[in-house]
């Protein structure tokens, strides 16, 4: 797997879509903390199935709480600005407001974003 650690925070290089349920969320979270010791990570929005991001599939509440569950804070880069649900827009809104999960147009702002967190 492709990863580089930025100060103690996994940026996953991998081409292609990595998330496509829980188990392959658990695979990823398990995966990173074994190589790198990492406990925070970011990914590209275009490593996750599209599903992800159409709440009522229930992809997202599955995925985000295996990074909840296991102590894995996570950054999600891309244009989020095409998705023009309410509900989604206001759950990117909500999780920018936590520590735990966060939305960034790029990966600087999500590594900022980490190390404030």
């Known amino acids: 797997m492709n990863i580089e650690v930025n100060n103690q925070t996994a940026i996953v290089r991998e081409p292609g879509v990595l998330i496509t349920s829980g188990s392959s969320a658990m695979d990823l979270l398990a995966t990173v ?47 989020f600005s095409g998705y023009t649900s309410k509900p989604l827009q206001d759950f990117i809104r909500e999780s920018n407001q936590g520590r735990q999960i966060c939305f960034q147009p790029t990966e600087a702002a999500a590594l900022e974003w980490l190390e404030g967190a």
């Open 33 to 79: 903390r074994y190589e790198t010791g990492c406990s925070a990570m970011v990914l590209r929005k275009e490593q996750l199935d599209e599903s992800f991001f159409r709440l009522s599939s229930g992809l997202a509440g599955e995925v985000l709480q295996k990074f909840v569950n296991y102590q894995m804070k996570l950054a999600i880069v891309g244009n």
